[in-house]
């Protein structure tokens, strides 16, 4: 069943076509009161946050946020700066998740969810990320917690989803840790079931970010002075979404895929059609939705023969990737492209509580003084 029968209306916009006649479901790739309504309006009906995402909304957007900023910072006294950009993180994701609440109810909890990420800092403690998980699933009905497909984030990933807690796998790039969280998804499922728990509002998903592993072999051909093709580089993270999709349907694991990070149109136009998730950034929804490329199907299409071949020749660490034992579940941490992103998002955090500071404790050196 798609979207058409849910929805009969007009054309829109090619994202919204999209949503109305396939499989693909539509997220927001940011948590901006503006940019969410915008994509909304196109059909979206998820949205997605992150340390990083928080602090670039609240540089567009302090103007919104300003007075409940100092609200939480009057109201919390003796609180660490820490905890004050906790509340600050969790007031934009709320605020997204109540944006989002029609869609919730209208698909019966299904869809309808923002994404809030436990701390990336916690990346390598289990007990830690499913206690953070668990109290951001009761901030609203309708949130889906990002948890890192790390070592400790698969075993995770299992414990929350067996509490009932709706899962987005992030800090993801590859087959064999798509695998990995389907496998551990299935396991708390299954617990829940053996013991009579509903899994009725289940809608967990796990990300690839697409874009990341492109990022990651344009570094590495860089390092090692490899010669490639370099439009072929746009195909790696299409490559690795495909076959993750195939076999996540030969195998009917009750999770969905979602691609992240964009830096072409492929990471859009390829996925359409798939029952999956596009996660967009506003900037790329306003150019794909005045851009000439007709929202068909594409998901089947598999990638060149030619391209696949070259990057599995040249590329170890995108063998690594598109091979399903390429990686155990212990090498993920220390998995190129997850460290650097892990890396980011730690420094995401740290720059979000520097602008917070100011807030909390102004640096007198800024100050105008009056008379002198």
């Given at each position: 069943?798609?979207?058409?029968?849910?929805?009969?209306?007009?054309?829109?916009?090619?994202?919204?076509?999209?949503?109305?006649?396939?499989?693909?479901?539509?997220?927001?790739?940011?948590?901006?009161?503006?940019?969410?309504?915008?994509?909304?309006?196109?059909?979206?009906?998820?949205?997605?946050?992150?340390?990083?995402?928080?602090?670039?909304?609240?540089?567009?957007?302090?103007?919104?946020?300003?007075?409940?900023?100092?609200?939480?910072?009057?109201?919390?006294?003796?609180?660490?700066?820490?905890?004050?950009?906790?509340?600050?993180?969790?007031?934009?994701?709320?605020?997204?998740?109540?944006?989002?609440?029609?869609?919730?109810?209208?698909?019966r909890g299904k869809k309808g969810r923002i994404s809030i990420q436990t701390n990336p800092k916690f990346y390598n403690n289990a007990e830690k990320i499913v206690e953070q998980a668990r109290y951001f699933h009761m901030l609203a009905p309708n949130m889906q917690i990002k948890i890192p497909v790390t070592q400790a984030g698969v075993a995770a990933i299992e414990e929350a989803t067996y509490r009932g807690v709706n899962v987005n796998a992030t800090v993801s790039f590859c087959v064999p840790q798509a695998i990995a969280v389907a496998e551990a998804v299935e396991r708390g499922l299954k617990r829940r079931e053996s013991e009579g728990k509903s899994i009725a509002e289940m809608a967990p998903v796990c990300t690839i970010m697409v874009g990341r592993i492109d990022d990651w072999l344009r570094v590495v051909a860089e390092r090692d002075r490899i010669i490639t093709d370099p439009g072929y580089l746009n195909y790696a993270g299409v490559a690795i979404m495909k076959k993750a999709y195939r076999l996540y349907r030969e195998r009917g694991y009750r999770l969905r895929l979602l691609s992240a990070a964009y830096r072409c149109h492929m990471h859009w136009s390829e996925f359409i059609g798939g029952d999956l998730v596009v996660s967009i950034p506003h900037e790329w929804q306003v150019r794909f939705n005045h851009s000439d490329i007709a929202p068909i199907p594409r998901m089947d299409n598999p990638v060149e023969p030619k391209v696949l071949d070259e990057l599995l020749r040249k590329f170890s660490d995108f063998r690594k990737s598109y091979e399903e034992d390429g990686l155990q579940v212990d090498e993920f941490d220390f998995y190129g492209p997850s460290r650097r992103t892990l890396r980011q998002f730690m420094s995401g955090y740290d720059e979000l509580v520097q602008m917070l500071r100011d807030r909390i404790l102004p640096n007198p050196d800024k100050e105008k003084t009056c008379g002198k």
């Amino acid at each position: 069943m798609n979207n058409q029968s849910t929805y009969d209306s007009p054309y829109k916009s090619a994202l919204h076509e999209m949503t109305c006649t396939t499989n693909t479901d539509l997220w927001n790739d940011s948590c901006s009161q503006t940019e969410l309504a915008y994509a909304i309006e196109h059909g979206a009906v998820g949205a997605t946050t992150n340390p990083v995402i928080v602090g670039e909304v609240l540089k567009k957007e302090l103007n919104l946020w300003i007075d409940r900023i100092n609200l939480i910072i009057k109201d919390n006294p003796h609180a660490l700066e820490d905890d004050i950009t906790w509340k600050v993180i969790e007031a934009l994701a709320v605020k997204g998740a109540e944006m989002l609440k029609p869609a919730f109810d209208r698909h019966r909890g299904k869809k309808g969810r923002i994404s809030i990420q436990t701390n990336p800092k916690f990346y390598n403690n289990a007990e830690k990320i499913v206690e953070q998980a668990r109290y951001f699933h009761m901030l609203a009905p309708n949130m889906q917690i990002k948890i890192p497909v790390t070592q400790a984030g698969v075993a995770a990933i299992e414990e929350a989803t067996y509490r009932g807690v709706n899962v987005n796998a992030t800090v993801s790039f590859c087959v064999p840790q798509a695998i990995a969280v389907a496998e551990a998804v299935e396991r708390g499922l299954k617990r829940r079931e053996s013991e009579g728990k509903s899994i009725a509002e289940m809608a967990p998903v796990c990300t690839i970010m697409v874009g990341r592993i492109d990022d990651w072999l344009r570094v590495v051909a860089e390092r090692d002075r490899i010669i490639t093709d370099p439009g072929y580089l746009n195909y790696a993270g299409v490559a690795i979404m495909k076959k993750a999709y195939r076999l996540y349907r030969e195998r009917g694991y009750r999770l969905r895929l979602l691609s992240a990070a964009y830096r072409c149109h492929m990471h859009w136009s390829e996925f359409i059609g798939g029952d999956l998730v596009v996660s967009i950034p506003h900037e790329w929804q306003v150019r794909f939705n005045h851009s000439d490329i007709a929202p068909i199907p594409r998901m089947d299409n598999p990638v060149e023969p030619k391209v696949l071949d070259e990057l599995l020749r040249k590329f170890s660490d995108f063998r690594k990737s598109y091979e399903e034992d390429g990686l155990q579940v212990d090498e993920f941490d220390f998995y190129g492209p997850s460290r650097r992103t892990l890396r980011q998002f730690m420094s995401g955090y740290d720059e979000l509580v520097q602008m917070l500071r100011d807030r909390i404790l102004p640096n007198p050196d800024k100050e105008k003084t009056c008379g002198k």
